[in-house]
């Protein structure tokens, strides 16, 4: 019983491969994405937003403050509501 070699197997040449062509890239263009304005804007937006909430609270203690002497009926006088006024005349007005 005689076994014959399925193809030709010589090991100086390889052997090629049924259904693989090396082709150059022939495409000249290449792949490219737009990105909308809107999308830029809103990517923008939520950006913005992660910011401001990871950014700690540096002046909690400053409005907690403010908020207990407003509450005090004893800091509410003529003298502080004239002093706030006339800052904020000031600011508004230069």
Avoid: C, W
């Amino acid at each position: 019983m005689t076994i014959d070699r399925i193809g030709s197997i010589d090991p100086i040449q390889p052997e090629k491969k049924p259904g693989r062509v090396n082709h150059a890239n022939t495409n000249p263009r290449a792949d490219s994405i737009s990105i909308s304005q809107e999308a830029q804007e809103r990517a923008e937006q939520l950006r913005i937003q992660e910011l401001a909430a990871s950014a700690p609270d540096a002046r909690a203690e400053r409005v907690a403050e403010l908020r207990a002497k407003i509450n005090d009926p004893a800091y509410l006088n003529d003298r502080v509501i004239n002093a706030t006024a006339d800052r904020l005349i000031t600011a508004l007005f230069g």
